[in-house]
């Protein structure tokens, strides 16, 4: 070792030990309940325990100065948000010891909304259900600086399947003038205290879009709130004031809302026997919805800069859905986004990339995504790596397709995946014991992280050319502040080499360990 290698040994030691005394991040407490296994045989990896005085921290990262960049990686074997430093290197060409090699370019896409999550009805109850400083610790986890800085919150309009009961704001039979509408204890006293907790512990304002799942059943042709069923005609304009309604009573509570998306899930309504609340549309009568009631509601009443997203639903109906909608000019007027949900994301991500191509001033926001809600699946999986897995590789192909944000669904559920009065249980990046009044972080929780920590609001998406990928995904942002994050998912069983040439910098050379994601960050 020669004096300038020590020198630079001493200075990143130097370096570490600063950012160490600055700040007081706390490592993950692994916890798993004894010899827990599930039935898919999956070998699993741990979850982080947080309780009234205990929970894993992860300060705002900052990129080091040239020549070092920050690596932060978590693994299935061991590791959580593990930081180190290291140093550019000369490029040079690539050879055997080099699994993957990707140059990154100036070449720009589309530009960062956000991450977040959904405050739904269950979601706050669990929160709730815990102490007053356990449920501190958990909002913290995700909107605060020393969490994960979710900036992003979907709300549901009336209940949905994550809800503790079916309900509307108007259940009296026949109140076509809406008379005896009126926000629930669901909405007073969970969803909007937790909503006023988030904005006051974010230090980026959190924007909250809503969504209905259900029109009041006597507004629709099956007069119920579930099964197949559609709104009845005459029924458009006053569901439209509905809407309205909804959004001066939440601003009555101080509760600006940023969006709203013109039906949960419309084609949910159109399968018979569907088993949680839901309303069936065609595009066509959404169109004529949107251009007749709907926007012109909301513009009367002053709600013309909310943003309106316009599908909600899964991808395979794109981009068929929104051109039926977008083809009517006064109904592209209105429509300000394309919302999309990821439970058949197994179709082609060109179907996003063809999406934008058609529809290049609409944005994609990829609004709802859970693990554990196909028919077989267990619902919760405590410390799944592959969950973790599946939504860093699904985020990873929707930023490489045009998406703007990425917002997961429940941000706490219980044990079992709930609760939920349609019993539709599913998993949750946070599980809460509230008898122990205790909960978990699920390995999705730092999925979540890797992406919402690093790629920061107004980030624009560079593209990273692949001259061998190795088997592995990944993504690159250029934050608001200059910084460069890539995102690197290896789910193979072997550690891979890799090379990422960032001129004039020169080269990060990285090892992606077996089972782990990676996010590197530099200037
Ligand atoms: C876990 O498995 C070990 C080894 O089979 C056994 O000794 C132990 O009692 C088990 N613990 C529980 C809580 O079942
Ligand atoms: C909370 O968790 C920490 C870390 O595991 C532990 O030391 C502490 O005893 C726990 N506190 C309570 C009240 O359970
Ligand atoms: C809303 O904010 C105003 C102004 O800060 C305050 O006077 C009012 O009490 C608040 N209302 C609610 C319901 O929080
Ligand atoms: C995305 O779509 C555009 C326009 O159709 C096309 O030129 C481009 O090759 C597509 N990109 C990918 C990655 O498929
Ligand atoms: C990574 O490269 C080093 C040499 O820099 C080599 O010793 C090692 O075997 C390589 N690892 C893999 C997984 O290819
Ligand atoms: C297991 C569970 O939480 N089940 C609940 C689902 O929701 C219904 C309706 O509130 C409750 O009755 C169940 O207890």
Redesign the pocket.
């Known amino acids: 070792m020669n004096m300038g290698t020590i020198g630079i040994v001493f200075f990143i030691f130097g370096l570490l030990d600063v950012s160490l005394c600055q700040s007081v991040q706390q490592p993950c407490v692994p916890y798993m309940l004894e010899n827990y296994t599930v039935p898919s045989g999956e070998q699993l990896s741990f979850t982080c325990l947080c309780n009234a005085t205990y929970c894993d921290t992860f300060l705002t990262p900052v990129a080091p100065e040239y020549p070092l960049f920050l690596d932060v990686t978590s693994d299935r074997q061991q590791h959580r948000f593990f930081q180190t430093v290291a140093e550019f290197q000369a490029a040079g060409s690539p050879d055997d010891s080099d699994d993957a090699w990707f140059d990154l370019t100036d070449i720009e896409a589309q530009a960062i909304l956000g991450f977040g999550g959904a405050v739904t009805d269950s979601a706050a109850f669990n929160v709730l259900s815990l102490s007053p400083v356990t449920q501190d610790q958990l909002l913290r986890a995700y909107y605060s600086s020393s969490g994960l800085e979710y900036n992003l919150n979907r709300i549901n309009i009336g209940g949905c399947d994550f809800s503790s009961r079916g309900y509307t704001y108007v259940d009296t039979e026949g109140d076509v003038a809406l008379e005896t509408f009126a926000l629930q204890p669901e909405d007073l006293e969970q969803k909007i205290p937790v909503i006023h907790r988030i904005n006051a512990m974010s230090d980026e304002e959190v924007l909250t879009f809503a969504a209905a799942w259900s029109a009041p059943g006597w507004m629709k042709t099956n007069g119920d709130l579930v099964g197949y069923g559609q709104l009845l005609e005459t029924m458009y304009q006053p569901w439209a004031e509905y809407h309205v309604k909804f959004l001066d009573a939440y601003a009555a509570q101080n509760v600006s809302i940023w969006g709203i998306s013109t039906q949960n899930e419309p084609t949910d309504g159109n399968i018979p026997g569907f088993s949680f609340n839901c309303m069936g549309w065609t595009p066509e009568t959404q169109r004529k919805f949107l251009v007749e009631n709907f926007g012109p509601a909301l513009e009367q009443h002053g709600y013309d800069s909310l943003k309106v997203m316009v599908f909600d639903d899964q991808r395979p109906y794109l981009p068929e859905w929104v051109s039926h909608i977008l083809e009517d000019p006064e109904a592209f007027a209105y429509a300000d986004g394309i919302a999309v949900h990821w439970y058949i994301d197994y179709v082609s991500d ?1 179907i996003l ?2 999406t934008h ?1 058609l529809y290049p001033d609409k944005f994609i926001l990829a609004t709802e995504a859970c693990e554990g809600s196909n028919p077989g699946q267990e619902a919760v999986i405590l410390g799944s790596w592959h969950r973790l897995e599946t939504y860093a590789a699904d985020i990873i192909e929707d930023l490489e397709n045009w998406v703007i944000g990425w917002v997961d669904w429940n941000i706490a559920l219980d044990l079992e995946g709930g609760p939920n009065w349609s019993y539709n249980f599913v998993d949750s990046p946070i599980i809460v014991d509230a008898a122990a009044d205790e909960f978990y972080k699920n390995p999705m929780y730092y999925a979540m992280g890797h992406f919402s920590k690093f790629i920061r609001r107004g980030a624009v998406h560079l593209q990273l050319n692949s001259v061998r990928d190795g088997g592995l995904r990944t993504t690159a942002f250029r934050n608001p502040d200059g910084s460069v994050a890539i995102v690197i998912l290896n789910r193979q069983d072997v550690a891979a080499n890799v090379t990422i040439t960032a001129e004039p910098r020169g080269a990060l050379r990285v090892t992606a360990g077996a089972k782990s994601l990676k996010t590197l960050l530099f200037k």
């Open positions: 060109n990339n063809l191509h």
